[in-house]
T-cell receptor, first 109, second 115 residues
Framework: QKEVEQNSGPLSVPEGAIASLNCTYS??????FFWYRQYSGKSPELIMS????GDKEDGRFTAQLNKASQYVSLLIRDSQPSDSATYLC?????????FGTGTRLQVFP | DAGVTQSPTHLIKTRGQQVTLRCSPK?????VSWYQQALGQGPQFIFQ???????QRGNFPDRFSGHQFPNYSSELNVNALLLGDSALYLC??????????????FGQGTRLTVV
């Protein structure tokens, strides 16, 4: 079983819609969770961090964490073509981050 | 405020050779972690350095070694290169916390190709 699982996609949404990205993790000891955006050929860019159950909003992005269900999600409101990228979910496990394989998001005009 | 910088950006090496990659962390950060990202995969943790010591190591052979200097910069060394070592090598810097992973920021990466 993979430690952090994501649907590889692609997830296709029209411009202006809400994109919903999901992630599950297996290690109940994980306490920190992160979403990174990675454009093709580039390095991951941190867009959200979340440490406690509930929602955290930052601009068009909302991260949701449910530790009981071992589930993390990222909502992107008013999706733009520039949001088209691979979104990596990561769970913090002591000194390291465990990444999923990423979900490819495509926002079409 | 300088972000995380890595050098070189691209590198081509022959099987069996050795390579050294370099990383300077974001200003104010004291911890450097190295990751390997193969095509189509998420980054895989190699090891982390804090206070010039290796704090934790992922599932990588001893051919992978590292170092952290007093100014917090770090090097990743890979010996006896294999074709399978071809990947994007990422350096992430963060601020050390005893029990929690703080936000980690990545450099632009070094694309290593082994031929």
């Amino acid at each position: 079983q993979k430690e952090v699982e994501q649907n590889s996609g692609p997830l296709s949404v029209p411009e202006g819609a809400i994109a919903s990205l999901n992630c599950t993790y297996s290690d109940r000891g994980s306490q920190s969770f992160f979403w990174y955006r990675q454009y093709s050929g580039k390095s991951p860019e941190l867009i959200m961090s979340i440490y406690s159950n509930g929602d955290k909003e930052d601009g068009r992005f909302t991260a949701q964490l449910n530790k009981a269900s071992q589930y993390v999600s990222l909502l992107i409101r008013d999706s733009q073509p520039s949001d088209s990228a691979t979104y990596l979910c990561a769970a913090g496990n002591t000194d390291k981050l465990i990444f999923g394989t990423g979900t490819r998001l495509q926002v079409f005009p | 405020d300088a972000g995380v910088t890595q050098s070189p950006t691209h590198l081509i090496k022959t099987r069996g050779q050795q390579v050294t990659l370099r990383c300077s962390p974001k200003s104010g950060h004291d911890t450097v972690s190295w990751y390997q990202q193969a095509l189509g995969q998420g980054p895989q943790f190699i090891f982390q350095y804090y206070e010039e010591e290796e704090r934790q190591r992922g599932n990588f052979p001893d051919r992978f070694s590292g170092h952290q200097f007093p100014n917090y910069s770090s090097e990743l060394n890979v010996n006896a290169l294999l074709l399978g070592d071809s990947a994007l090598y990422l350096c992430a810097s963060s601020l050390y916390h005893l029990s929690l992973n703080t936000e980690a920021f990545f450099g632009q990466g070094t694309r290593l190709t082994v031929v």
